[in-house]
T-cell receptor, first 114, second 111 residues
């Protein structure tokens, strides 16, 4: 079974540009999560999809961030326009439906905003 | 979710048992204790979780005190590949809510 995959693995952009991160969850996993770790800080939750619906987006930092999961399969996280403080590692995780199912994490996308 | 407290770092000799403590004195009755770890440059990895009974799987054992205010993760025979940051997380038992990561314990396995 393939794990959670994320693309790209690294992205370097300039302040003001747009970047789109992609996450492909494990096949059949209804739950999809985005997290991020900015430099020197803890891993923080961004949002949670159940299929194509946003279940919890309380961690989204501001309206420069837009997450989508059309069709309930892969998800994208767009940052527009990117700011210096957006630099960090963005993780995606997925889990099966039901309670207490472990979240499987992808390897992350390292975003650097110059 | 209840807050957890972990030591910032620990060392353990290769082949010995690594015992990682976690305090969660404000845990409520419907909250579980989860452990994840993050090996350098990888995404976090699930290890184990429990409510009040001790749990064991192929990776580790979880010992939860009777009052549930603290727990210990045990890696029975630590290897160099167990060097990682270990996170103790308290999480409610409904739905599939987010994980709230703290600063964790940086465990270094010494050859």
């Amino acid at each position: 079974e393939a794990g959670v995959t994320q693309f790209p693995s690294h992205s370097v952009i300039e302040k003001g540009q747009t970047v789109t991160l992609r996450c492909d969850p494990i096949s059949g996993h209804d739950n999809l999560y985005w997290y991020r770790r900015v430099m020197g800080k803890e891993i923080k939750f961004l949002l949670h999809f159940v299929k194509e619906s946003k279940q919890d987006e309380s961690g989204m930092p501001n309206n420069r961030f837009l997450a989508e999961r059309t069709g309930g399969t892969y998800s994208t996280l767009k940052v527009q326009p990117a700011e210096l403080e957006d630099s960090g590692v963005y993780f995606c995780a997925s889990s099966r439906a039901g309670s207490h199912n472990e979240q499987f994490f992808g390897p992350g996308t390292r975003l650097t905003v110059l | 979710d209840a807050k957890t407290t972990q030591p910032p770092s620990m060392d353990c000799a290769e082949g010995r048992a690594a015992n990682l403590p976690c305090n969660h004195s404000t845990i409520s009755g419907n909250e579980y204790v989860y452990w994840y770890r993050q090996i350098h440059s990888q995404g976090p990895q699930y290890i184990i979780h429990g409510l009040k009974n001790n749990e064991t799987n192929e990776m580790a054992s979880l010992i939860i005190t009777e009052d549930r205010k603290s727990s210990t993760l045990i890696l029975p025979h630590a290897t160099l590949r167990d060097t990682a940051v270990y996170y103790c997380i308290v999480r409610a038992n409904f739905g599939n809510e987010k994980l709230t990561f703290g600063t964790g314990t940086r465990l270094t396995i010494i050859p």
